[in-house]
């Protein structure tokens, strides 16, 4: 798209809200001067600068000497070599020392009525219970847990307990199929399983304990699923191999002896999708991703001793591994872990959570904001949300309504937004607006953090687009903390799939553009990821659940733009010929929720008889996509495709479904 497409919404500037130009508590930079005078240091001399904030953030067992090695020339990046630390250490233990009674973490419970509050004495004493657990059942440095869990703080206990023995966790978003979290576990060789009886979100039961027993049947490496118990309801249990977590942890006393790990040991796996039907264990390091997360959270945030972060993801994901996790608790802050829906029981739900914790910071994804503007801004009126000085998007674009609705209705125009961009495999945000800084435009994600050395590259050439007004593919130049540093027991695909597309860049998959001012926006991936309400999903990925159905043939899964969701999940299936009468599309798409989880079901499915491929068999999705939006003007060279006469078969059988 040419960057003059843009133009009306890329003049639209938004001074730093009067409230944040000082107010208290000052924020950290409090003009554009400064932050562009922070940021080129931070690029000109990273080992300088990352070096001064890992000894000022983090809590070292034994000092680095190196602040930075290797490159992505060969993916051989190391931050803070020889330096000894442990997560669980720097995030609980240094604060329950200083402050034990400060709370840690606030549980908001599906049920307003519910919510629980635990302090750092409190959270320190409950990870090290779990430590020695964990440590009991033969658990070592190394071995690595997949985590299952609802949205409760034991979740939060489970990561660190992992991260005192300098166990990997794995942690597996509470809404995938058994299937998916049988191959994340295989994958991975999880040798215990951590997770609740039930789950509940939005007042509905997510039957956890029975998706993990279906999971593990067919995983040999699982000696035992620990089951913490949320609802307290009658589930299936099979001794030995199954334990209450509340049994075991009266067995333990709270102390556990913090294994020293090296900056670069492992600290956990996180599954994503990417081009391919298998999703990949991207694998974080202790110190960068700690670094990462804590300088993120302080100046992207403007984070304060007294603030109440909510950020209301789910621990499921990254989002909600750095920001409701490691990063606010990190920094000794008090951070609000979000157990329902924006929706649930009333669509006041996010505002009445603000109202009651007194919130300064809250985040939440632009698929919820575009859901609760549709439901009207009354939803809002009648709650105290002066407590607010940031809030902030992730996950998605957001289109310039949703952004100005949020200013205005939830902000009151005196909060400074922050669209923040990242991914998982970039630890931590690259892309922000810093509040008392940065101005900022609705849609964009202005400017890159600290550390980010960004470039537009040229998709073809692969040449670095110099200048305003470019439109190309996000990569980064130069390494920075938090980033993956493999993929678990692939690091061909991880070279492959990051690092060897344009040698010496870091490819993020994302297309970008730079505007006249130099302001970046994100404008979606260039490849085949699907993002839908913010969950990544890959084409692959749905269709190799859709094969697996024995009426089909053939299929491609596309994303299509959705008003709510960003986008949705669009599917063309070709049908074997015994069934081609039988099968009915509700069918197919319980397939997909069956092997990947509801959340990826497609929303519509279209039984054709063919799919446009080109003479080397390969399926065209762009051409179907283009269909589907109804742009068949845009169609583009069909001269290298075995079947042009399927066309308007395809544009037929779209417009009248
Ligand atoms: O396409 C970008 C989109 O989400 C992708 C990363 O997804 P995931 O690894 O699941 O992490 C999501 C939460 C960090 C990116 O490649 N994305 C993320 N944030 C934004 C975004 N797109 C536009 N604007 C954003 N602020």
Not at 58 to 71: A, C, D, I, N, Q
Not at 458 to 464: I, K, N
Not at 508 to 533: E, F, L, M, Q, T
Request: with cysteine; net charge neutral; charged share 20%.
């Amino acid at each position: 798209m040419a960057a003059t497409d843009h133009n009306n919404i890329e003049n639209k500037l938004y001074p730093v809200p009067e409230c944040l130009t000082p107010s208290t508590p000052t924020p950290y930079v409090t003009s554009i001067e400064q932050y562009q005078k922070i940021y080129k240091e931070s690029i000109t001399h990273p080992t300088v600068f990352w070096g001064k904030l890992a000894k000022e953030m983090l809590h070292w067992h034994k000092p680095f000497e190196t602040v930075v090695s290797g490159g992505f020339l060969h993916g051989d990046v190391t931050w803070f070599a020889e330096g000894e630390l442990n997560a669980s250490y720097n995030c609980v233990d240094r604060h329950a020392k200083e402050n034990p009674d400060k709370i840690a973490i606030i549980h908001e419970s599906d049920e307003p009525e519910q919510s629980r509050k635990i302090s750092y004495g409190e959270l320190l004493r409950d990870v090290n219970r779990l430590a020695n657990t964990l440590k009991s059942l033969g658990l070592r440095k190394g071995d690595t847990v997949a985590i299952y869990l609802p949205m409760v703080p034991e979740a939060a206990v489970a990561f660190l307990a992992c991260a005192r023995l300098g166990i990997i966790h794995s942690v597996v978003f509470a809404g995938f199929s058994a299937e998916a979290l049988r191959d994340r576990i295989q994958d991975a060789a999880s040798k215990l399983v951590i997770t609740a009886d039930e789950g509940r979100r939005g007042g509905k039961t997510i039957h956890m304990k029975k998706i993990v027993d279906a999971a593990v049947n067919e995983c040999p490496t699982v000696e035992h699923v620990l089951v913490f118990r949320r609802t307290g309801s009658e589930v299936p249990f099979q001794a030995p191999r199954d334990l209450w977590w509340h049994e075991e942890i009266r067995k333990h006393r709270p102390y556990c002896v913090p294994e020293v790990m090296n900056s670069e040991d492992p600290l956990f796996l996180l599954y994503t999708s990417g081009s391919t039907g298998k999703p990949k264990g991207v694998l974080h390091t202790t110190a960068g991703y700690l670094l990462g997360a804590m300088t993120t959270f302080k100046y992207v945030f403007d984070y304060h001793p007294n603030d109440v972060f909510g950020c209301m993801a789910d621990i499921g994901w990254v989002t909600g591994h750095t920001y409701i996790v490691y990063g606010p608790l990190c920094s000794g802050a008090t951070t609000v872990l979000f157990e329902s829906t924006p929706i649930y029981p009333t669509p006041s739900r996010y505002w009445q959570v603000v109202a009651k914790h007194k919130i300064t910071q809250f985040y939440t994804a632009p698929t919820a904001i575009r859901l609760l503007r549709k439901l009207g801004h009354e939803h809002v009126e009648g709650h105290d949300l002066s407590s607010l000085r940031v809030i902030g998007t992730v996950g998605e674009p957001i289109n310039p309504e949703a952004w100005e609705w949020y200013n205005e209705v939830v902000g009151k125009k005196k909060c400074a937004i922050v669209d923040t961009y990242w991914q998982t495999e970039t630890g931590s945000i690259v892309l922000s607006p810093l509040p008392g800084a940065i101005p900022t435009k609705p849609g964009s994600a202005t400017f890159p953090f600290f550390g980010i050395a960004l470039a537009v590259l040229d998709p073809v050439t692969g040449q670095e687009l110099e200048g305003n007004g470019v439109e190309g593919v996000l990569a980064i130049k130069q390494p920075w903390p938090s980033m993956t540093r493999t993929i678990y027991n692939n690091h061909d695909r991880y070279l492959d799939t990051y690092l060897n597309v344009y040698k010496g860049y870091y490819f993020s998959g994302d297309g970008v553009g730079r505007d006249k001012d130099g302001y970046y926006w994100i404008r979606g991936r260039v490849d085949d990821v699907i993002s839908v309400a913010g969950h990544r999903l890959s084409s692959a990925e749905i269709e190799s659940a859709l094969i697996l159905h024995k009426a089909v043939a053939e299929t491609a899964a596309i994303g299509v733009d959705d008003e709510l969701t960003g986008q949705a999940v669009n599917a063309f299936v070709t049908l074997k010929p015994k069934y081609t009468d039988v099968t009915d599309a509700k069918e197919l798409i319980l397939q997909v929720r069956q092997t990947i989880g509801p959340f990826a079901a497609p929303k519509k499915i279209y039984i054709v008889s063919g799919l446009p491929q080109t003479t080397s068999g390969k399926i065209m999705r762009r051409i179907l996509r283009k269909i589907v939006e109804n742009k068949e003007d845009q169609l583009g060279d069909l001269s290298t495709l075995l079947n042009p006469s399927i066309i308007p078969v395809l544009i037929e059988k779209v417009r009248n479904s």
